[in-house]
């Protein structure tokens, strides 16, 4: 009787085993362990580690989950699916190249890019889709692009009457009262607009944004680096280039302010707060997260990571068509018309812009990048990321590249611009 237990035990342990590899036959690991291995050991333990190119830069672009701790945006309620009705005049579309024209499918797959993901919806519904260099699952880093995030949340509390962006930082933060940062408006570091000399800055590693940067982790760390961000804060004395309110200066020191806003604000940390105000409300196929090097401080200024399909469900909150994903409307229709027309334009202009005739933006605001004058709203990120919003169109775009080692590259960017234009163009020209 024992012989045959144990005989039926093996039997069955068989055959679960079996059962097991048949339900994930179809599942394709997307890196082995040898190259597991390998990526991680060819990490820079000298110098910043995202400063590679090459296939290395795209490896990391997709695994920062597995190089550094990260904090989790939690996704809630039924998965909200997307339709999907292709458009394959987009693919069709003809690229000009120095070398010539291709289609863009075939662009996306030649040698000259190095997109790894498009996902494009119009009127909600999924009209282009490819992933020539990734798997649809994965989760890449989107880098700058995570800068609208604290901005969209703090607009909302806004609207809510919860924070009076013409007041000073350290009204609602008094730990800066003592830093340079005291006396200057939120608004005015929602806009990128402080006027202070801490542009974002990664070969002088004596200048304020590097020093930030190995505070909160980004940065190469050296012994002496600040221990956080939030202290480094305090006490910071930086010089000026330009008055506050009157010339457009990138730094992501303004959006983890904005993200300690929310903060104090609150009383939770930003990821939580993040969760609760929007992720939760998108019908999202996952969890997100944020890169968070340090004490669980998360990188607000570009560590987000999450599906590409996930990131378009948010830029649909900007849309008419926000109802596909949402059963409320996160972002009010006066929000939307605040990012279209509530700029100031000599930002951009002071900052060395060409006119709006020319280069067609408006304006920059509420670290959106730049609002064209034909409505759409675009955020890019270092190393050839994107979100493109057109909430008149019901258009919404997101790509994601890297650098070759020689930056031979086309830039996904203005291709896919060109592309849209093609495809959209008489109704996204609407001035």
């Not at 590693?205 to 680096?225: T, V």
Request: glycine share 8%.
């Amino acid at each position: 009787m024992k012989i045959q237990s144990l005989f039926c035990l093996a039997v069955l342990t068989a055959f679960a085993g079996t059962a097991h590899a048949d339900e994930h036959a179809g599942f394709k690991a997307v890196s082995s362990m040898d190259e597991i291995q390998a990526r991680q050991r060819q990490v820079p333990d000298d110098d910043i580690w995202w400063n590679v190119r090459g296939e290395q830069m795209r490896w990391m672009h997709l695994n920062a989950h597995q190089l550094f701790p990260t904090v989790n945006v939690y996704r809630k309620g039924p998965v909200r699916a997307l339709e999907t009705r292709l458009m394959p005049a987009i693919g069709q579309t003809e690229v000009s190249l120095d070398s010539g024209t291709l289609t863009f499918d075939d662009f996306l797959d030649s040698e000259y890019s190095t997109a790894m993901g498009v996902v494009v919806l119009h009127q909600g519904r999924i009209v282009f889709e490819r992933y020539p260099r990734m798997r649809e699952f994965e989760k890449p880093i989107y880098w700058s692009v995570a800068k609208v995030l604290p901005a969209t949340v703090l607009r909302i509390m806004e609207e809510r009457g919860e924070v009076d962006v013409s007041k000073t930082i350290e009204e609602y933060i008094p730990d800066l009262a003592q830093s340079d940062f005291a006396g200057i408006t939120v608004r005015n570091i929602l806009d990128m607009a402080t006027g202070l000399d801490c542009q974002d800055e990664y070969e002088e590693r004596e200048s304020c944004y590097y020093q930030y940067s190995m505070a909160i982790g980004d940065g190469f760390r050296e012994q002496d680096a600040p221990d956080n961000p939030y202290d480094f804060l305090k006490s910071l004395e930086v010089s000026k280039h330009a008055e506050q309110g009157t010339q457009f200066s990138y730094s992501g020191v303004n959006t983890f302010i904005l993200a300690w806003l929310v903060e104090e604000l609150t009383g939770r940390a930003f990821h939580d707060v993040f969760t609760e105000e929007v992720w939760q409300h998108i019908g999202a196929e996952s969890d997100a997260s944020y890169i968070a090097y340090r004490y669980g401080i998360p990188l607000t200024h570009g560590g987000f990571l999450s599906n590409m399909r996930d990131l378009a469900r948010f830029g649909l909150l900007f849309t008419p068509s926000f109802k596909a994903i949402s059963d409320r409307q996160v972002i009010s229709t006066s929000h939307i018309e605040f990012i279209r027309s509530a700029g100031n334009p000599e930002l951009l202009a002071k900052a060395g812009l060409p006119p709006v005739a020319v280069s067609g933006i408006k304006h920059n605001i509420y670290q959106w990048d730049r609002i064209h004058a034909n409505g759409t709203f675009y955020k890019g990120g270092w190393g050839g990321q994107g979100l493109i919003v057109n909430p008149e169109q019901d258009l919404v775009a997101v790509f994601t590249s890297y650098f070759k080692e020689d930056s031979s590259e086309t830039h996904l960017e203005p291709v896919l611009f060109d592309v849209l234009e093609r495809n959209f163009g008489s109704r996204m020209n609407r001035q």
